[in-house]
């Protein structure tokens, strides 16, 4: 059975920062790409940044180059979104996703999705 584990949310006031952590389960790691998305309410489903496992190649939305970090711990089958300087506009319920060959930001190119992490960041 395939499983998206995410962990790390919280509240953060502004200007600080979180580490979010997807554990991945019942499929073979490195044959996928792994993305973090987040909803914020009344909004749609953001792609945030995706990581290929296999060879480590990370993409990014704009809002978030130079603030957020993806990576991975193959090892564990783990990938992680580090964030720092958060901003209020960053609450929203985070969810990573495995893609089978898809380095992508499109919520339609990812098969199996974690049960998301709430973030909150208050000004």
């Known amino acids: 059975e395939v499983q998206l584990v995410e962990s790390g949310g919280g509240l953060v006031q502004a200007g600080g920062s979180l580490r979010l952590s997807c554990a991945a389960s019942?499929?073979?790691?490195?044959?996928?790409?792994i993305g973090w998305f987040r909803q914020a309410p009344g909004k749609e489903r953001e792609g945030v940044s995706c990581?290929?496992?296999?060879?480590?190649?990370?993409y990014y939305t704009d809002s978030v180059k130079g603030r957020f970090t993806i990576s991975s711990d193959n090892a564990k089958n783990t990938v992680y979104l580090q964030m720092h300087s958060l901003k209020p506009e960053d609450t929203a319920v985070y969810y990573c996703a495995a893609s089978y060959g898809f380095e992508s930001l499109h919520s339609y190119d990812y098969e199996h999705w974690g049960q998301g992490t709430q973030v909150t960041v208050s000004s």
């Open positions: 990581i290929n496992v296999s060879d480590g190649s990370t």
């Open positions: 019942g499929f073979t790691f490195n044959d996928y790409a």
